[in-house]
């Protein structure tokens, strides 16, 4: 019981970690690339789509976190009962 309990709080500071460095990783990607290209309407665009699509990739991310998260909390409450 207790193991599964650390378990979950692992789980959670996992989470946090693994959002969080994949946001950076991903900042620190466009930041280098932005800084060694000119900008023209086309990469603009593309930017523009990158922009789009990377905070849909963060909170499909979250969202798996999340699942993980209260499966593991749903075994610890049934093994509470």
């Known amino acids: 019981m ?3 309990k650390n378990y979950l709080i692992k789980i959670k500071n996992y989470a946090v970690i ?3 460095t994949r946001v950076f ?3 620190m990607l466009l930041g280098y ?3 060694t290209i000119s900008l023209t309407n086309e990469k603009l665009v593309s930017l523009s ?3 789009l699509v990377i905070p849909v990739q963060i909170y499909l991310l979250h969202r798996v976190w ?3 998260k ?3 909390n749903k075994m610890f409450q049934r093994l509470k009962e």
């Open 49 to 51: 789509f990158i922009s």
């Open 33 to 35: 690339f932005i800084s």
């Open 18 to 20: 693994s959002i969080a």
């Open 70 to 72: 209260n499966r593991i």
């Open 2 to 4: 207790e193991s599964l």
């Open 25 to 27: 990783a991903i900042l």
């Open 66 to 68: 999340v699942k993980r």
